[in-house]
T-cell receptor, first 114, second 115 residues
């Protein structure tokens, strides 16, 4: 069965520092992988997704993620954090190859300090 | 462009009372529709999934039910709420294509507090 593990429920960085949010997946089929962001009391917004094209995926707001099959990872990075990046981030994997249903991780809350 | 509307945004209900959360999608036809629940520290849990009118799949056993009376309308209901039903409920949609990898688009969510 597909699953996602997000290492670290909370991550704190200084403004301007590198952001690294970790995601490891388990999938019995080639996965589709997603990162979503959630601002307080709002729904989820798609940051980026991997659908078996380029392994380095660029998303909105300067975020990118690299699919590494050998490490079963899909970590999210941003070179320089901004105060507005403070939010909760969710990694997700497709539940199976013929459905859009997603399995979500438990989320990582990113705090950005001035 | 497509939009998704979900209401009410906030709801406080006593234990044992009924529940109805509504969701509509505009700008697309025959979407896949979803209800997710978000609990602190547990991520998002898929509750119901629908590929068409009257076609509902329940993903987990629970005190809730879902209905899809129209193509772009999805309703989450309960006859008698439990304290454990409290949480943040998210409606979502994706294109009905038969393939995976389509983006799921979320509504703004509904906060339910059962007291």
């Amino acid at each position: 069965a597909q699953s996602v593990t997000q290492l670290g429920s909370h991550v704190s960085v200084s403004e301007g520092a590198l952001v690294l949010l970790r995601c490891n997946y388990s999938s019995s089929v080639p996965p589709y992988l997603f990162w979503y962001v959630q601002y307080p009391n709002q729904g989820l917004q798609l940051l980026l997704k991997y659908t078996s094209a380029a392994t380095l995926v660029k998303g909105i707001n300067g975020f990118e993620a690299e699919f590494k099959k050998s490490e079963t990872s899909f970590h999210l990075t941003k070179p320089s954090a901004h105060m507005s990046d403070a939010a909760e981030y969710f990694c997700a994997v497709s539940a199976s190859y013929n459905t859009d249903k997603l399995i979500f991780g438990t989320g990582t809350r990113l705090q950005v300090f001035p | 462009s497509q939009t998704i509307h979900q209401w009410p945004a906030t709801l406080v209900q006593p234990v044992g009372s009924p529940l109805s959360l509504e969701c509509t999608v505009e700008g697309t036809s025959n979407p896949n529709l979803y209800w997710y629940r978000q609990a602190a520290g547990r991520g998002l849990q898929l509750l119901f999934y629908s590929v068409g009118i009257g076609q509902i799949s329940s993903e987990v056993p629970q005190n809730l039910s879902a209905s899809r009376p129209q193509d772009r309308q999805f309703i989450l209901s309960s006859k008698k709420l439990l304290l454990s039903d409290s949480g943040f409920y998210l409606c979502a949609w994706s294109l009905h294509s038969g393939n995976s990898g389509n983006t799921i688009y979320f509504g703004e969510g509904s906060w339910l507090t059962v007291v």
